[in-house]
Each structure stands twice: as structure tokens, then as C-alpha cells.
């Protein structure tokens, strides 16, 4: 960061990293704790996503109250795609909003303690105050070896300072009780841990002090070292595609551009649509409703309205947003060939012109 970037900030911005794995519900929890952002603070979110198109940028601002700033880095886990270009855009973010709290959104996918590594790079010291990392966890997943046994699910749960269990009105009678033994498992009983409904995270939450600030405070003459080694751990990340900027110019040439990426045993692919596209909004809600996926998300310009989607363990949410620049969409899923199903599936929803 430039020393004019120091100037501009006068006081260290509290700093939160929400993370989860895919589909616990991420989005609507900040959306939630936007709702009850303190009239007078501006707010600031940093959003980084598995696949290149970005979705949770036009969601958030779709929704957001006043004095809230979002900044996008698609195409993956921050580590990834990111150790550069997540600096930039920290550092163009805490530049234009001179928020009062930063949020940190990874990909569901991504590597938390990457996230940290950065934040601690010597030129945040003073501008970084981090306090509370929040990870969201689904406690059906702690049963099912798919998730328990990935290793950036067990990684996100281990840096929380504070585990919050989503999605609560699903669950069954065991759920808790698996969700305990597996933190147990994992050496994590002491972590607190909050059962909500609705992603109705608790803004007092995030003022709570971060064990990672002293380790964060203590590692900064060491971390180049450190830094290089957290990076060999495999990602099988591939990007297919070029990123943002280069998308949108095909985006013009076309009309229409899609995208994919796969990691960590998931593959994505997107589609943007020029707003010339429009869809049919009652073919978009049967397409979401039997689209099957890990994660889909959505913002469509439709004949009724421009619409926000997301759809995980085959609940899906519809939101009525303001505005929209394009349409967009992006699944997660398995395989290639179940992506390329859905997204034949979901051009015939396009109306004619």
C-alpha cells in the first residue's frame, strides 16, 4: 500500500472474515448484519469467488442500505488468484469507502488461513484491526464424510473465533449433537458456538477481539517465509477463461460470455448476458426449482423485474433487487457435463427479441 493509501486511513478499520463452505448460507448472513449496520458507519465488503463470473457482488448491492462499498475478486480461493490482486483490491476498496468495518467474504471453497497470511503483510499492521472471524457451518454436513473430511472445511472451522451454525429451522435432533462431536474431533469444544435460523447473524458478534491479531501482530517479520510455504498445498485450481476485464469486452463483441473453473473437486461455470436478454421470469423459477447443484446463484433481468436467486441443498431464495447492469449466473457442481446440462436448460428461458 502507498504511503498516500496509509494517509486516508487515521483509524485501523475493524476487520471480520465470514467464512463457510458452499451453500451455508454466507450471503444472507451479511445481508443480515447490512440491516443492522449503525446508520452512521460506512461499511465496506470484500467479496472473492470460486468462479470467474461473480455473483454475491450484485447480490449484496442489490440490497444494500446506504454507505455500504462492495469490491469483487472473482475466479477463486484468495490465495489462488489473489495474493496480488486481493491486495489491490483491499487496498482500492479501504481507498474509496474509508470504511469504518471491512467484511471479508472467501469463497466457500478457499483457504481462510490464506486470507490471514495476507492481512498480515507489514503495511496492514496499522490499518487492519481484526477482530472476530465468523465461520458458518451447516451442522448437517458434521455426518457426512463428503464435508467432515474435506480439508477446507475442517481449515475454515479452525480459524473461527466464532462457529455459528446456520440454517437451524432444518435441522433434526442429531444435527447438534454431531456438529459437537465433530468439533470435538477437531480439538475445537472451546470455540464458541451460536445456533441461528435465516442467517440472522448478531452484529454484536463481530466487535468480539481476534486470537489471530497477536498471532497476526507477531508473524509480520517472518512472513515471506511463511507466506511461500502455506502456498504449496494443492488446489487443482484452474481458470479457463480470461479474467473480468477481458470478459467484459467478449461480453460486448457477444452478447453473451460463459466461463469455468474447477478446484478442490468442484467444478463451476457461468454465464453473463447482456441486459438485451431478457427471461422469462416463471421459466427462470422452474429452471431454479429443478435445477440440481452444490451451489447456484443468480441475478436475471426478467419481464417482471430483475431478480436475485440462490439456491444450496435444494432450498432456493428469491430476492426483487433495484437494479442490475446484466444478467448472470453461475453453478457448482460435480462435473462439466452436469454444468453444460443446466446451461443449455437455462437458454431456453431467454424470451425472443
Known amino acids: 500500500m502507498t504511503q498516500s493509501s496509509h494517509a486516508i486511513i487515521a483509524t485501523p478499520v475493524k476487520t471480520n472474515i465470514i467464512t463457510g463452505f458452499l451453500g451455508v448460507g454466507k450471503t444472507t448472513a451479511i445481508q443480515h448484519l447490512l440491516k443492522h449496520k449503525p446508520a452512521h458507519e460506512r461499511w465496506a465488503i470484500l467479496v472473492n469467488e470460486f468462479g470467474e463470473v461473480g455473483i454475491d457482488g450484485a447480490l449484496h448491492q442489490g440490497n444494500a442500505p446506504d454507505a455500504v462499498f462492495i469490491k469483487e475478486v472473482p475466479g477463486g480461493c484468495m490465495c489462488c488468484t489473489s495474493g496480488l490482486p486481493m491486495q489491490i ?21 478457499g483457504h481462510p488461513k490464506e486470507v490471514l497470511s495476507t492481512l498480515a503483510e ?23 464424510s463428503r464435508y467432515r473430511e474435506h480439508e477446507t472445511f475442517k481449515d475454515q472451522l479452525e480459524v473461527a473465533d466464532h462457529i455459528v451454525a446456520t440454517k437451524a429451522d432444518l435441522y433434526n435432533e442429531q444435527d447438534l449433537t454431531h456438529l459437537s462431536d465433530y468439533l470435538a474431533s477437531l480439538h475445537l469444544s472451546s470455540t ?11 452484529p454484536a458478534w463481530l466487535d468480539a477481539p481476534s486470537r489471530h491479531q497477536t498471532q497476526l501482530d507477531g508473524q509480520s517479520q517472518e512472513h515471506e517465509h511463511e507466506h511461500e510455504h502455506e502456498h504449496e498445498h494443492e488446489h487443482e485450481h484452474e481458470n479457463h477463461h480470461s479474467p473480468l476485464p477481458d470478459l467484459h469486452a467478449e461480453l460486448q463483441r457477444h452478447g453473451m460470455v460463459e466461463t469455468t473453473n474447477k478446484g478442490a473437486g468442484f467444478f463451476s461455470k457461468g454465464w453473463i ?11 427462470v423459477l422452474d429452471f431454479m ?5 452444490e451451489r447456484i446463484k443468480a441475478v436475471f433481468i426478467t419481464e417482471n423485474g430483475i431478480y436475485g436467486f440462490n439456491k444450496a441443498d435444494g432450498v432456493l431464495t428469491t430476492m426483487e433487487m433495484d437494479e442490475s447492469e446484466d444478467s448472470r449466473i453461475e453453478f457448482i457442481v460435480s462435473s462439466a457435463s452436469e454444468a453444460e446440462a443446466l446451461g443449455e436448460a437455462l437458454k431456453r428461458a431467454i424470451l425472443p427479441s
Open 89 to 109: 483490491a483491499l487496498n482500492q476498496l479501504l481507498a474509496r469507502a474509508k470504511p469504518h468495518r471491512l467484511l471479508i467474504e472467501p469463497t466457500g471453497i
Open 122 to 144: 507489514p503495511h496492514y499492521q496499522d490499518i487492519i484491526d481484526l477482530q472476530a472471524t465468523l465461520t458458518l457451518i451447516d451442522a448437517r454436513k458434521a455426518s457426512q
Open 192 to 202: 464458541p458456538v451460536s445456533v441461528i435460523k435465516h442467517g440472522e447473524a448478531q
Open 273 to 283: 448476458f447482456t441486459p438485451d436478454h431478457i427471461f422469462d421470469f416463471y421459466q
Open 289 to 293: 426449482n429443478m435445477a440440481q447443484a
